[in-house]
């Protein structure tokens, strides 16, 4: 996106530079790297993803962070210049559950199991919100396990769950791919399914081999032809931009990321902040515009609805669809069940700005 500002003549007639540092998925090593980025590089913005352990000191700073989600802290008023565009947890399942519903897997009585990370992405907050959220559908959910990629297994867990008679396990683990493999190594598989928002990523699913065949996941974005909506100049001006700038992503598994497409609409969104300031560029004008967005469109994923510090949404639809895995090409692939769609429980959890209020109440904002 950036690359392709600059080549359309930058933002008044500065070019935008892109600093990237790793982390190695380790918090300390993000913390120092964006210090790093704010004192020494002297960053207009961030982009992060999972950055829980730098709320505080870009929040300090005031610098406009766009961040993946996922956990209460991206969607909290405590941290008002950091701007999910990815998704949150518990809306994500909130609309696996309805979807799930609409396709008639979801029966009264039917027995759950929550697998929930508490490592890179902690879902532990969440963790009464989400057996609600499934107890609103008449499920009993009868095991809440701590799943962690450092935990290097699932057998544990998927013993336990058979044990149990469990129906359907809701993944809220980035560790999902290693319950699926362990449910191989084991022949079992629940007798309503498996899926939720960690399965998403076309690349991990691949990952977990064949038995991920049938397990339900969700998107932000559209597919590479446009669907579950039409194809668009937008999509092709996606797909000529990593063509250009990034082939090696131009394939149908990076494509259909949520990941990517998220945060390519996310820098959609900064340009946009960026391009509004006029002459002088400055953090204070960038987050007074993303705090004022309303219905900001994308044209790869449903509009970003709101990023005002107590009613912070990102998009928050999706779609969703079974995985089907080719064994041929060892490839996992899916289609869109029907289009996007919200949670009908978002106004029994408090309407459109529920997460914010929530993720308030747990971090006792």
Request: glycine share 10%.
């Amino acid at each position: 996106m950036f690359q392709t500002v600059n080549e359309a003549g930058g933002i008044q007639g500065r070019d935008l530079r892109l600093i990237a540092y790793d982390d190695g998925g380790d918090s300390s090593q993000m913390l120092a790297n964006v210090r790093k980025l704010t004192e020494e590089d002297k960053v207009i913005a961030l982009v992060t993803g999972l950055g829980d352990a730098a709320l505080d000191y870009v929040t300090g700073k005031e610098v406009p962070t766009i961040s993946f989600g996922v956990t209460p802290g991206a969607f909290s008023s405590k941290y008002p210049t950091v701007y999910p565009v990815v998704g949150n947890a518990l809306l994500w399942t909130q609309e696996i559950i309805a979807g799930l519903d609409e396709n008639g897997v979801i029966e009264p009585g039917i027995k759950v199991a929550i697998p929930y990370d508490t490592g890179l992405i902690d879902i532990s907050p969440y963790l009464d919100a989400l057996k609600e959220s499934w107890e609103n559908y008449g499920a009993e959910v009868v095991s809440t396990d701590a799943l962690t990629l450092e935990t290097g297994t699932c057998e544990p867990q998927v013993l336990k769950w058979r044990e149990l008679g469990v129906d359907w396990v809701d993944f809220q683990s980035a560790a999902w791919f290693l319950c699926v493999q362990a449910a191989s190594d084991q022949n079992w598989k629940p007798a309503k399914g498996m899926g939720g928002w960690p399965a998403s990523v076309p690349t991990i699913a691949s990952l977990a081999g064949p038995f991920v065949e049938g397990v339900w996941a969700g998107s932000n974005g559209d597919q590479p032809d446009g669907s579950p909506r039409e194809l668009t100049a937008a999509h092709e001006e996606f797909q000529s931009a990593l063509e250009k700038h990034y082939p090696d992503m131009l394939d149908p598994q990076h494509l259909d990321s949520p990941a990517l497409l998220g945060y390519y609409a996310g820098s959609k969104l900064m340009v946009a902040a960026l391009e509004a300031q006029g002459e002088f560029i400055t953090r204070q004008g960038v987050n007074e515009w993303i705090q004022g967005v309303e219905d900001f469109e994308t044209g790869i994923t449903p509009s970003i609805k709101s990023m005002a510090p107590d009613c912070k949404t990102g998009s928050e639809e999706v779609w969703i669809g079974p995985w089907e895995y080719d064994e041929a090409t060892k490839i996992a692939s899916r289609k869109p069940v029907g289009g996007y769609f919200t949670s009908p429980q978002k106004e029994d959890f408090g309407g459109k700005c529920f997460l914010t209020a929530l993720s308030d109440e747990i971090l006792g904002v």
